[in-house]
């Protein structure tokens, strides 16, 4: 059974850091692409971060560019997102998810992900 378990999620002051994990079982994380996502009440889930199978390239969305950087530990089975000088626009649920394809090229499209973790909350109070 394959599982994904996001966790770091927090409250934190608007200027502070906070790093999620994603740990993997029941599938091999070096064969899937990765990416983070988050998603806010009323609104659809959005692109955050993403990352190829070896972690060579990686792909981030304009808000978060300069801020978080996303990375992977293959033999750990785990994906990160440490996340710098946060906002409070950054305030969300985060989820990580896996992506069979985005061989060359992380993938944007929640709908090219296969399988997905439950959520961890990141809020930022200003």
């Known amino acids: 059974q394959v599982q994904l378990v996001e966790s770091g999620g927090g409250l934190v002051q608007a200027g502070g850091s906070l790093r999620l994990s994603c740990a993997a079982s029941?599938?091999?994380?070096?064969?899937?692409?990765m990416g983070w996502f988050r998603q806010v009440p009323g609104k659809e889930r959005e692109f955050v971060a993403g990352i190829i199978r070896s972690g060579s390239t990686t792909l981030y969305a304009d808000s978060v560019k300069g801020r978080f950087t996303i990375s992977r530990d293959n033999a750990k089975n785990t994906v990160y997102l440490q996340m710098n000088s946060l906002k409070p626009e950054d305030t969300a649920v985060y989820y990580c998810a896996a992506d069979r394809g985005g061989v060359l090229y992380p993938r944007t499209a929640s709908l090219y992900y296969d399988n997905w973790g439950q959520g961890t909350q990141v809020t930022v109070s200003s």
């Open positions: 029941g599938l091999t994380l070096s064969t899937y692409a």
